[in-house]
Structure formats: C-alpha cells, structure tokens
C-alpha cells in the first residue's frame, strides 16, 4: 500500500469536503409550506461532515504508517513519471478534444480523428496499422452516425457536414 | 520570401474591398431584409422541421406534440420530427433552445404550467416572454382534488371546513414546487385551508400515496386517478381547470367552491424561438388551428387517450393566456422561491 | 374471464405480426444491453413513438420484448468488457471478467443466459399469479419503509469494501455527494449548481457508469501498451453446448432462488431499480455462501445471483405497473406511456377492461423470455469472437457507442463532458484503490434516503406519535444494526486473518 499515495489522496478528499461544505453554506431555505427543520441543505452537510472526518481520518493514519516504516524515495523525477504513462495522458488528451470539437466538427469529423488516433494511441509498438485505424475510423463514424440519426431520432451534432 | 509578401498584399487588398463594397449595401440590405423574411414566409416550410419535447416521451406533453406533429405532416408536406430533451420540468430544453435557430424549423413543445412555474420558482430567469409563442394546441383535462372513498367530505367546501376545524392535521400530498403545490398554496392563502402539506412525488406517487392510506388527500390529473374512481376506491372532490370540461360536465371545479382564484389549467403549447419570422409563425399558428379544429383524426386521438375537447388559440390570444397565467403564478412566488441564505 | 386468457393468449400466438415483433424487439433489445453505453430504457425511448400507431397488442408487445431483451444483454458486455451493458449487470462484471479472464468465458455467458431465463419465467410467474397481493403490500411501503430500506441497503457497503473499510466509506460518501448536485428533492432547491443550467438536472447515472467503467478500461489498456500483456482479452473462445454442466446448474439452485426473490422484490417497489438489485443479491449471495473469499475471483455463482436477480426484477417491475398504474422503474415508466396511448389503463380494473390485451403481454412475456434464450445462446458463440478482437480496435469503437449513448441520454453535450470527468476520477480512484462500486450505490440510493428522510419527517411533524406505528421500517433498522455489527466484525477478522497469513509468508522468505 502506497502510504504516501493515501496521504495526498487525504489531502484532496479533505480539500474536497472543505469545499462542499463550503458551498452548502449557500443552499437556500425553502420559504413556502411544508417547511420544516431539516431542509434541503441539512443532509449535503451531514455528507460533506462525514467525508472530512474520514478524509482526516486517512491522513492520520498514513502518516502513521510512514512514521512507522520510512519508504525509500523511489528513484526518477516527475517527468519520467509522466512519460511512462504518456499514452495515459494521450487517451485523455483525445477524449478532450473529442468531446471539445464535437459540437463545431460534428460528430462523424471528429468521431473519425478520435478513433484512428485512439487505435493508434493503445497499439503496441510494432502493430500499428494505419491503414486498418483509417478504414475502422470512417466506416464506424458514418455508419454510427447515420443509423442513430435517421433511425434512431438522436440529436448529434452534425458540425460541418450539416447541409448534407 | 517573396510569397509571403505577395500573399499578405493580397490579404489587404482583400480588406480593403470588402469594406468598401459592405459600406455601399448596407442601404440595399436593409431593404433587401424584409423582401427576403416575405419570401423565406412564402416558402416555408421548405425543409423537415424539428419539435423539441420539453418532456420525457410517454408523458402527455410529449404524447400531444407527437399527435400534433404526425398530422402536420399531412398538412404541411414536410416531416416533422420529433425529439425529446428532457430534464429539471422541462428547464434544461426550454434554456437551450430560446436563443436557438430561429429560421423556422426548430420548435419547442411543452406546457405552459412547467413554463410559469419555472419561472415563479426561480429554476429559470425568464418566461413566454423569452419566446414567440405560436400557438396553445390543446388543454389537459384537469387536476383532480381526490380523496379516498370512505372520507367523510363529498365537497370541496366540507373538505376545507374540515381542514379548519383539525388544523394541520389532515395530509394532503403535493410536489413541492409544481402545480399541485400551487393549488394548494391557493387553498391555504385564498380559502383559508389548515391542511399539512406534504411532499409526495410526482402523480403516479401521490397517487400511491393516497391509496396506501399515507395522505388523506392529493391532486394528480384525472387520467391517473379515472380508473380508482371507477372502481369506487377514490373519489374527485373537484377539478382544478377554470371551466368545466365538455368531455367531463359532472365534476365540479374548483372555482366554484368559492374561491375565485383556484385554477391550474395545463395548457399544451408550441413555441418558437425569440427573434422567429412572424410570418412563419403565423402560418404556423394558421396550420395548427386547422388541425385542432378540423381534423376528425385529431379529435378521436386526444379524446381516446386524455379525454382532451380539441381547443387552439390564435397567436394574439396565446400571448394573452400565456400572459395571465404567468401573473396568477408570479402572484405566488415569493410562496415558491427559496430565500438564499446570508454567506 | 377465462374467455379473455385464451383470447389473450390466442391473439398473440396466431398473429404473425405480433410473433414477429416480439422476436425482433427482443433481438433489439438484446443488442442495446450488450452494447455498453446504450440501455434497457433506452431502447424503450427510441421505440416507443413508433409503437403509437401499431395496434394495442402489437405495441405493447414490442416494448415489452425490448425490456426483457435489453436487461438480458447486459450480460454480455459485463462478462467480455468489463463494462455493465446496462446498470442492471453491474454486479454481473465482478465474477464476470474474471471468469472470461480465467478462459471460463464460455461458462460464465451461458450461465447468464439461462439464469437470465429463468429469472424471466419466475418474475413472470409471480406476475400473473398473484400481482394483486404483491401490489397491495407494495403500497404499504411508504416514506418511512423507503428511507429504512435505502439505509439497509448502504449498510452493504461494508461488505464490498474490500479490505480498506474507510476507503469504502469514503467512495460512498462521495457517491452521495455526487448525488446531491441538481435539484434537491421535496423542495427542488437548486444545490451546487454554480448557476449552470445545464447542472439542474444532476449528474446522470450512466454517464457515472460509463466514466466509471468504459473510461477505465480504455485508460487501463492505455497504460499496458508497451507492457508484454496481450492484447486480446482471451483466445480460448469454444462453447461446449450451454457452456456449463448439469452439477453446476443444480449446484445453483438455493442461490438462483434467492436471488429471484430478492430482484422479484427490489423490482415491485418503485424507485429502486436494477442496479440496486444485481448488487443486492450478489452480496447476498456472497454473505450466505460456504466460500465468500472466492467471491470476485471467478465463480459462477456471483453471475448467477446478479443475472437471475435483475430478470426477475422485470415481472416484478411490471407488477405495479399493470395494478396500480405506478412503473417500478424508468424502463417501466415508459411502458406506462405506451400502456395508456393504446387505451390500456392500468389499475384496479385492468384485467375487466383490458384482460384480453393483459393476458397478451403475458404470452408476449413468455415467448419474448424464450426468444431471449435462444437468440442469446445461439449469439453467445458469435458474441464470445469480441474477446478474439485486439483491445486496440475494440476499446476506441465501444469508447464511440459510450458517447452516443450517453449523448442519447438527453440529447445534450453536457453528459458527454460528465463522462470524461467521471473516467478520470474514476481513474483515480484506481490508483488509489478506493472502490467504486460503493460510490454507484452511494449515487443511487443516496437521493433515495434522502427524499425519504425529508418526507418522514414532514409525516412526522404533522402526528409525531404515529412515527412508531411502521413495523416494516423498524424491522429493516433491526436488521441494518445486526448486519452492520455482524459485517464490521466479520471483516476486522478477514482481514487480520489475511494480515497475520501474508505476515508469515513474509517471514519465511
């Protein structure tokens, strides 16, 4: 068990409570009939107490634990961190993007750019086949776009094909 | 080198004509507006046409666009497809599509209460005024005030008294914040009922509610209540509509009661998207009527399903129903929003 | 009466439209479940305007043969995927995948089918049999009993922890608040809403499942790229008849049983749903079984509980529906609409009015439950050939079906953002090793507390002494505590065992 990762994990998750609590300061009081103590802010503060209790309660614990067994610094910087798990990064980066363009692209465009980079993202080195990427990327974008939109009554976004 | 000087001369050159020419048409373009908005009315519809459902499908806002849409298709030629967005009573559609495409093929389908009753809760910051309305298409039979068989009240009035005499005793069911809540914030203000009002879900959970023995009484469109009321395991007290139904003359309304002020008409109506070509909208309006008044097909569809009379405004009456139901909602508002609290 | 069973009966088996219908709904629907991103209620949405204008039986019919086909299929990608087809197969990928894992693919698929089936027929049963009396204990269930179950249900959470319990409490309690953001319940107060219109609604379920589930498995492909791991999730793809042996299915009995019973129960009372429901009977399953350890490594009895469960929950679902008029859950709901559009009121009086088209669905129930047992098995053997595609193909298409079906959802942008932010919180989560199946339970039943709680206490406030005359509600709060205590202790001792075991293997070495 990584004690160092579950003191950071802490830190958000009280960060985070700290945070809700925070807004549920702000929730109105319903002023109409039927009113009655607890309200609709009552019960998020009750969450927000009980996740900053546990949030503490996991920090305390993991610096125990890294009092009792001190954890050799593992060797290598942070940016070797990222680059080993670059094609992680690269997945979300195409998810952003994906999602972001869509509704200007359209969903066939970029759910096309999505899939062959996405294909050539998660292909091991030495599998990568543009040409199967390309041909998987137009067949399903259109064919998925067409049978939900005229058949199926879904509202994507048709982007710049739109006077097709 | 060269090539980038010669493309950027070419780009100022570009500018450059284009303003001078803009300048000169601005004059011809205004004029050519107007020519061009009696045209595109002319020829609409041109194209399918989009209805927006503010509601899930299955319910009777949706239920009626889909009825009306099919028969428009008849009449006007061009598909008419519909589609649902759904989400917070119908807040979600109506704020994404107000400042949508107003060329004249996307609409937006809902109830006028889900509307006024946004607004006055404060869900969102604006009301018909928001939209050109097109044309209310159609009225949902009535709220029904119900109570279980055995209660000791066969009127509205002896209901009432009765809440006056056990004050905060007698259960009535509601969701908060919508119509049912409405009525009976009108009951309390205007009539001087003592009920305690509890929330208890939307009309298939009142309704469970009130059969389960866990509310003395609550108000769902008679459509949910019409088969207990057969079997003689409800009955209706009054309806909540301003005049009694043609397809329903026997139960009485509210209002008669004696107060003036309850009534909660769920009006059906098509909107159009703020800055829509009034001319489309008219012709619109005028297709919709024909519909609703003319057409058999349509008068045996809402009679069947909803014990709906078929009925439809023009656009200036649509403005001023819409207009008066807003009034008798905003009246109630502060009754309806929350107060925020003080950081 | 009797005339209306066979005219029922007659019209749907002597009318080819209508067979036809419910082999093909059922196949559609089947193909919604197993495609994650796409559900049983979705299916039913699309559908249900084109059922306006086909007859009464032929309409009805059809929906019904898409609900069973579409809680049915999730199985499918549960067990290939890793990512539930529908939320009601939640439970089915904990046993599931592993099992695929293992080689046992073949098993685990044929186990959901025919469990799936027989949930179907025992929910069907229960339905024509005796719905009335169901129904009328249903409606004692008031806010009280509600907010009483939930909490019995959250207590569960303790027994899907896994070994680390604050971590499990703390994925539920963010599943919770995760829940809260929209409008608040009762008095529909905006809360953490940032004033975004497009946060009124909160957060969706399905988009939290896809974030949780699909996203994950992309990301977790993702990082096992350059890693000698294959990349095919297993090749060993031959099914041997239903795929498992007599002794097996016998083996099942009291679990499969059980587990009818349980999703029969969850799918009466409205408002729970089929998610509720696999996860329930899966930790039932676990708790009363001779070897829970084994439980997540790949037994066929957590698929059995989880798969048997969520079909019986469709008879179950339906109960309500047809007596009182009220859907059980979202899927029903737009039964509900379709049931009225055909001029089938549902009610006291359904089976006086409508008895012929009633006892249709019936007929249309049965024969849509065998369609779905042999559509699947024989699709089983076609179906198992996914696991044979590389992931690097497979990942970036079902990504694609995710995002049209979240987008489906309520045809808006914003629940397509939701799923990205749910995949990388999700992610994580992982890393962390906090569990994220109490944080979807935290999700479903916290608003279900929630508006209970709130709702008791208004009751509560109007005759503070009536408060103790609810025997269902006290009962579940005794049964909470015992679990509760009985759990906490059971597990400080699981885990101090796997300590002191892991503690010695150490010591040898």
Redesign the interface.
């Known amino acids: ?2 004690k160092k ?2 003191l950071i ?1 802490g830190i958000i ?1 009280a960060l985070f409570s700290v945070f ?1 609590l925070y ?19 009552t ?2 503060k009750v ?2 107490g ?2 900053l209790v ?2 503490l ?2 920090i305390i ?1 993991s610096l125990i634990a890294m009092k009792k067994n001190p954890e050799q610094k593992k060797g290598g910087s942070l940016v070797e961190a990222i680059k080993d ?1 670059r ?2 990064w ?3 980066g195409l ?2 993007f ?2 972001a363009t ?2 200007f692209l359209g969903f066939v465009i970029s ?1 096309m750019i ?2 062959f980079g ?2 050539i ?5 030495g ?1 990568v086949n543009y040409k ?2 390309g041909i ?1 990327a137009v067949v ?2 259109f064919g ?1 776009y067409f049978v ?1 939109v005229d058949y ?6 048709p982007g710049l094909l739109e006077d097709l | 080198m060269k090539f980038k000087k010669f493309a950027v001369c070419a780009c100022a050159l570009a500018m450059a004509a284009s303003m001078v020419t803009g300048c000169g048409n601005k004059e011809k373009k205004a004029a050519t507006a107007s020519k061009a908005a009696a045209n595109a009315a002319e020829k609409w519809p041109s194209k399918p046409i989009t209805f927006i459902v503010t509601h899930g499908a299955g319910g009777d806002t949706d239920y009626n666009a889909r009825v009306l849409a099919r028969l428009l298709e008849k009449e006007l030629k061009q598909p008419v497809v519909v589609n649902n967005v759904t989400g917070a009573n119908g807040s979600i559609a109506m704020t994404q599509y107000k400042d949508g495409k107003n060329d004249g093929y996307t609409f937006i389908a809902t109830n006028t209460v889900a509307m006024a009753s946004n607004e006055a809760t404060g869900i969102t910051k604006f009301g018909y005024t928001a939209f050109e309305p097109v044309c209310i298409y159609g009225k949902q039979c009535g709220e029904n005030i119900l109570v279980r068989k055995d209660a000791p009240y066969n009127t509205l009035k002896e209901f009432i008294e009765a809440s006056k005499q056990n004050p905060g005793k007698l259960k009535l069911g509601i969701a908060m914040g919508g119509s049912s809540y409405v009525a009976a914030l009108i009951m309390e203000q205007k009539g001087g009922a003592k009920f305690a009002v509890v929330d208890a879900g939307d009309g298939g959970d009142r309704m469970t509610a009130l059969i389960g023995g866990h509310v003395d009484a609550t108000i769902a469109p008679y459509t949910l209540a019409k088969e207990y009321i057969e079997k003689g395991q409800l009955k209706t007290l009054a309806t909540l509509i301003s005049e009694r139904s043609k397809t329903l003359p026997n139960i009485p309304t509210a209002k008669e009661s004696g107060i003036e002020d309850l009534t909660v008409d769920t009006w059906y109506g098509i909107l159009a998207p703020k800055g829509t070509n009034p001319a489309i909208v008219e012709k619109l309006n005028a297709a919709i009527l024909k519909i609703v008044k003319e057409n058999p097909e349509y008068k045996a569809e809402v009679e069947k399903y909803d014990f709906q009379a078929p009925w439809a405004l023009n656009v200036a009456d649509t403005k001023t129903y819409l207009d008066k139901q807003r009034n008798h909602f905003m009246d109630y508002s502060k009754y309806l929003t929350s107060a925020k609290k003080k950081k | 009466m009797d005339s209306a069973v066979i005219n029922g009966i007659m019209s749907v088996i002597t009318n080819p439209h209508v067979l036809l219908f419910i082999w093909l709904g059922t196949f559609i629907g089947i193909v919604f479940g197993a495609i994650p991103g796409l559900t049983a209620t979705m299916a039913i949405v699309m559908f249900l305007p084109m059922t306006y204008t086909m007859s009464s039986i032929e309409g009805i019919s059809t929906l019904v043969a898409l609900y069973i086909g579409g809680i049915s299929g999730g199985l499918v990608s549960a067990i290939l995927l890793n990512i539930p087809g529908t939320p009601s197969s939640i439970a089915t990928c904990f046993d599931g995948r592993p099992l695929a894992v293992k080689g046992e693919a073949g098993k685990a698929l044929g186990v959901g089918v025919v469990f799936s089936f027989l949930g179907t027929i025992f929910g069907l049963i229960m339905l024509v049999a005796i719905s009335p009396v169901l129904a009328s204990m249903a409606i004692k269930f008031g806010p009280f009993e509600y907010c009483a179950l939930a909490v019995f249900a959250l207590s569960l959470v303790v027994t899907l922890t896994g070994r680390d319990m604050v971590k499990g409490f703390i994925g539920a309690f963010l599943g919770v608040m995760l829940a809260t953001a929209g409008l608040a319940p009762v008095d529909s107060v905006q809360r953490f809403t940032f004033d975004f219109t497009e946060m009124n609604n909160g957060f969706a379920l399905l988009t939290l499942l896809i974030g949780l589930f699909a996203v994950t498995e992309i990301i977790a492909a993702a990082e096992e790229v350059r890693s000698a791991k294959p990349f095919t999730i297993e090749d060993n793809v031959k099914i041997k008849g239903f795929g498992f042996s007599w002794a097996e299915f016998i083996s099942q009995k009291f679990n499969a049983l059980r587990s009818a019973v349980i999703g029969l129960v969850i799918g009466i009372l409205p408002g729970i749903g089929g998610a509720i429901s696999c996860v329930l009977a899966y930790t039932m399953a676990k708790n009363q079984s001779k070897y829970p350890e084994k439980f997540g490594t790949g037994i066929i009895d957590g698929v059995v509980a989880s798969e048997t469960a969520n079909n019986a929950g469709i008879g179950g679902a339906m109960i309500p529906l047809l007596t009182l008029g009220i859907p059980g859950d979202a899927a029903t709901a737009m039964l509900l609409g379709g049931l009225m559009v055909h001029q089938v009121a549902p009610g006291p009086l359904i089976f006086e009015k409508s008895g012929v088209v009633v006892y249709g669905v019936f007929m249309a129930m049965f024969i849509s439950a065998i369609a779905q047992l042999v559509l699947q098995m024989w699709g089983m053997r076609i179906f198992i050939n996914v696991l044979k595609v590389p992931k690097y193909y497979l990942l970036p298409i079902i990504m694609l079906l995710c995002v049209v079906g979240a987008f489906g959802n309520s045809n808006r942008l914003f629940d397509v953002w939701c799923v990205l932010i749910f995949g990388i919180m999700g992610y994580a989560m992982i890393k962390d090793k906090i569990a994220t199946i109490p944080m979807i339970l935290g999700f479903i039943l916290g608003p279900i507390f929630e508006t209970n709680l709130r709702r008791a206490i208004q009751h509560a406030q109007v005759s503070p002494t009536e408060t103790f005359n609810h025997p269902i509600a006290i009962g579940f709060v005794v049964v909470t505590i015992v679990v509760l205590v009985y759990s906490i202790i059971q597990h400080r001792r699981e885990v101090a065992r796997l300590e002191a075991e892991e503690a010695a293997g150490a010591a040898k070495q």
């Open positions: 068990m990584s990762g579950d994990a998750l809700y807004e549920a300061m702000d929730i109105a009081v319903f002023a109409g009939m039927g009113k009655s103590v607890v309200d609709s802010g019960v998020p969450w927000g009980c996740l546990l949030s309660w996991l614990r798990k094609e992680v690269e997945t979300f998810l952003f994906y999602i869509m509704d759910s999505y899939i996405q294909i993202v998660l292909s091991p080195p599998k199967i990427a998987l399903f974008s998925i939900f199926l009554m879904v509202l994507l976004p």
